[in-house]
């Protein structure tokens, strides 16, 4: 049990530390975040409004990136599906930190969901609400591997708040490489 509090403890603090407070457009409330006090707003509009899914980061809108870039550690370095990039402790670090699975847009939201690695190899899911291509606020947890759309995100995460109440960032396995 000790063990699977310490995972989720570093989990949490490396998604603390990927989406540091600086003095970005836009702020985000991280104790928020973490305590899904917004996922149920996300959760309506994935299930409301049409999305299309994309699968190269040239997709990402010019303005939002420049919004992750400013609030990431690392200029949110991304990779496409199927490029190298820093799974694990012994990876070049001239790779991305990130490798892109998918991304959906929509009028207001934007969703997508990376690889990232270290000493354990994870799925992120990042949660966008916009207005005018402008992040207004924010949500991110972890995912699975399966995940190829928002209505995949959308499932997953319905189900889970269906069949448990409680921390929805501990339910996922960390997949060790």
Known sequence: MICKQ?????????????????????????SRVLSDKNLDV??????????????DKKEIPAAIMQQLRCLSYDSFSLGNPGEDYRCCCTSSWKLPSRQLIFLSKSE??????YKMGGIATWV???MLKLENDRIVDLWSGLGNYELKSAGDVYEL???YKKRKKG????????VVI
């Not at 403890?9 to 490396?14: E, K, M, Q, R």
């Not at 998604?15 to 991280?30: E, M, P, T, V, Y």
């Not at 207001?108 to 969901?113: D, G, K």
């Not at 921390?167 to 960390?174: K, P, S």
Request: charged share 15%; with cysteine.
């Open 108 to 113: 207001h939201y934007f969703v997508m969901a």
């Open 124 to 126: 992120n899911v990042l």
């Open 6 to 30: 310490l995972v989720l403890i570093l989990l949490l603090a490396l998604q603390l530390h990927a989406f540091g407070q600086k003095n970005c457009d836009c702020r985000i409330d991280s």
């Open 157 to 159: 995460y319905r189900l």
């Open 42 to 55: 996300f959760l309506a509009g994935l299930n409301l409004e049409p999305f299309q899914t994309f699968k």
């Open 167 to 174: 921390e929805l960032h501990a339910v996922f396995d960390v």
